[in-house]
């Protein structure tokens, strides 16, 4: 058998949601997942200054620390909050400028 994953089957609580700082956009942006010596095609599907959520991400659980990779090759760093396959929410490690252009490019989508 291959390495078992730790279940990490937790989502936002309500309360979390309300906490949130920056203002979410959805979108359908394709990118790269790196963690530790695993990568694997995901879909951004909302995006913040704070941190993305992104879907077909499987086998990433709280805690990990991830690279995200646009297919313009430009690299994101971030820490897995809340997993629940096929989804889970990054924060940013450095928060996105207000106009930085994945914001814009999302907030037009």
Known sequence: MGRQ???SRTRPTPDAIKQRLFER???KVRAISHVRDRFQSVLIRDVSSGGIKLEKAFGLVSGDIVTIELLSGRTFQGKV?????PFCGI???NTLYQHDLLLNAAAKS
């Open 5 to 7: 994953v730790p279940s």
């Open 25 to 27: 956009h959805e979108t």
């Open 81 to 85: 909050m809340w997993s629940v396959a």
């Open 91 to 93: 924060a940013f490690e």
